[in-house]
């Protein structure tokens, strides 16, 4: 990985998002929607899903977000599960919108999701995941259920390289089936991400410098170890990164805070070196330590993404622009009757 280096640069820095906690995006939506005014008779629409995990809290916050982008006044209540919560909490949803978007739990049946929409006289997206096997044949006892009211299907998460298979066969045989393909939004690892203060916690770590900077988002997990390349080479591939390293490899240390690094997690329990300690402080970068091998470690990680939680606002803005790109909003607003809306944005697929 080369020789020791002291190295001066300036280094592109994660912006600072300041701490957040689960829930806090649909809070700051909620809030921000939260103005005096008569109710009045405004066009509600219900997210739901089929399945638990499918990305619906992260589709319905980045589809108010959107919506806000397009000029329109957004109210967004909190999730319910009961039909009875669900009219309470739009009765309680304040004036002068043009627009209220609810989120149903994901232990909906399909009767259930019926019954709250005809309660709420409100239009229904149902959003899908697009991971391996999905199939639209899955999705017909909710098209039956709710019938007129249901606008159409949003695949969420797609994996890489299916969009063929979408393309030529899943949303073909939505449309067989009666179903309208709203848009199909690909998986984004942003979205899968954690910050730097979930990954401590996971891994039982320590900061030794930086421990303000936890809200910081890591994406990709790299290994600190030798190869026939450059460290800053190597380590230069990936940005918002975590790198795991022995804390007596000052070497590797220092090549990887070389390349813009979200964090760096020292193993076998190591503090660093003076010169390590001073160079990631001036680079601003948070050093764990963990009293794990650097195996153990990565072992650990291996499940870090059943961790992850859409509660950081670089999550809301992605996923505002991902559904701006990939899902057709018009036809959204055309279903429930509403006009004037900016910028639409074609369904992909």
């Known amino acids: 990985m080369g020789g020791l280096t002291i190295r ?3 280094t592109e820095q994660l912006p600072p998002v300041g701490r957040v906690h689960q829930g806090a995006v649909l809070s700051d939506i909620i809030r921000g929607s939260s103005q005096s005014g008569a ?26 977000a959107e919506m806000r982008r397009r000029g329109r006044s957004v109210s967004v209540p909190k999730p319910f599960g009961a039909v009875e919560a669900a009219v309470e909490a739009r009765d309680r949803a304040l004036g002068g919108r043009d627009l209220v978007v609810m989120e149903g739990s994901s232990a909906l049946s399909e009767a259930a999701a019926a019954q709250a929409a005809e309660a709420l006289d409100a239009s229904v997206v149902l959003v899908t995941s697009g991971h391996l096997g999905t199939d ?7 098209r039956s259920a709710l019938d007129d009211r249901l ?33 199909v939004i690909p998986e984004d690892r942003s ?16 900061f030794i410098l930086h421990d303000d900077e936890d ?28 790198v795991v390293v022995r804390g007596d490899r000052p070497d590797v240390q220092m090549a990887a805070l ?22 990631a402080d001036l680079e601003g970068v948070p050093l764990i330590v963990v009293d794990s091998g650097t195996l153990d470690t990565m072992d650990a990680l291996a499940t870090i993404q059943s961790g992850a939680r859409f509660d950081h606002p670089a999550k809301l803005e992605r996923m505002a622009d991902l559904v701006r790109r990939h899902v057709d909003l018009t036809a959204i607003e055309r279903g429930m009757g509403m006009t004037g809306g900016a910028d639409p944005a074609p369904a992909s697929g």
């Not at 979205?191 to 320590?206: E, F, I, K, M, Y």
């Open 151 to 183: 606008l159409g299907v949003v695949v969420n998460g797609l994996t890489r390289y299916r969009g063929h298979d979408a393309l030529h066969r899943l949303t073909p045989q939505m449309r067989s089936q009666g179903l309208a393909p709203l848009g």
């Open 39 to 64: 109710l009045g008779t405004i066009p509600t629409l219900l997210i739901v899903s089929d399945q638990r995990g499918a990305g619906k809290t992260a589709f319905c916050a980045g589809l108010a």
């Open 136 to 142: 639209s044949s899955t999705l017909e006892a909710w």
């Open 258 to 279: 070389a390349t813009p690094t979200a964090c760096m997690v020292l193993t076998m329990g190591i503090p660093p070196i003076e010169y390590v300690l001073n160079e």
């Open 191 to 206: 979205l899968l991400s954690v910050t730097v203060g979930g990954l401590a916690s996971h891994l039982g770590g320590r």
């Open 8 to 10: 001066r640069r300036e």
């Open 215 to 242: 809200s910081g988002l890591v994406e990709h997990i790299m290994i600190g170890c030798m190869g026939m390349d450059p460290g800053t080479l190597y380590f230069g591939l990936h940005r918002n990164k975590a």
